[in-house]
């Protein structure tokens, strides 16, 4: 399947959380073991004037990586127990990141379901720290780009608008008026919190 190049990634944050949609997420484990999975959900989250994302107040050393150029992984730590995996989307020192929120697992289920402790296909990766844990990843891996060989995106065909939903944002409380989450509706993979 053809591989994403830096070129997808080069559009606006709110059509990036669309076009992920249906793509599929690629992790290269030491020893050439490979990962994918679907993505079904996305949310999508902005800098400057947008209250819920962490870049909102301007660039930290937490957030650095959401002012990287497109294509950029952003994998922060929340709760003292999770990581989200996030990609970066606006022009380099433009904060903007789409949060995967949910994935079909596709490959290497087996090493999914031991890193989750279930054997539940709908449940591996039906949430943004689900997705980490499935996938490995955490914090060390934040910075790191598509298209270097260990993580990258395989193509597949655009879903169809009338099959993809909108709504808020899950678990925030601000921001909450923005309708930035997309979802593939009907998949049975999709996170379970409730739009805020």
Same mark, same amino acid.
């Not at 004037?49 to 990586?65: F, I, M, Y």
């Not at 955490?138 to 060989?149: E, K």
């Given at each position: ?13 709110? &059509? ?88 079909? @697992? ?21 949430? @943004?720290?689900?997705?980490? &844990? ?22 597949? @065909?655009?879903?169809?608008?009338? &099959? ?33």
């Amino acid at each position: 399947m053809e591989r994403l190049e830096k070129q997808f990634f080069i559009i606006p944050t709110l &059509q990036l959380a669309t076009a992920l949609l249906g793509k599929t997420f690629v992790r290269i484990l030491p020893g050439n073991r490979v990962l994918k999975g679907r993505i079904v959900e996305t949310e999508a989250y902005l800098g400057e004037g947008d209250e819920a994302s962490h870049a909102w107040r301007g660039k930290t050393d937490r957030n650095a990586p959401m002012f990287e150029a497109p294509g950029t992984l952003y994998v922060y730590f929340v709760y003292g127990c999770h990581h989200l995996v996030n990609i970066v989307s606006e022009p380099r020192e433009t904060a903007g990141a789409v949060l995967l929120r949910a994935m079909e @697992p596709l490959e290497g289920q087996g090493f999914m379901e031991r890193q989750r402790g279930t054997a539940s296909a709908s449940d591996l990766m039906s949430g @943004p720290a689900k997705i980490a &844990q499935a996938l490995d990843i955490n914090r060390s891996h934040s910075g790191s780009d598509l298209f270097s060989g260990e993580f990258f995106l395989e193509n597949a @065909p655009r879903i169809p608008e009338n &099959q993809i939903g909108t709504s808020s944002r899950i678990g925030i409380s601000r921001g909450r008026e923005l309708q930035w989450r997309k979802f593939v509706i009907g998949s049975p993979h999709l996170s379970q919190g409730q739009p805020s």
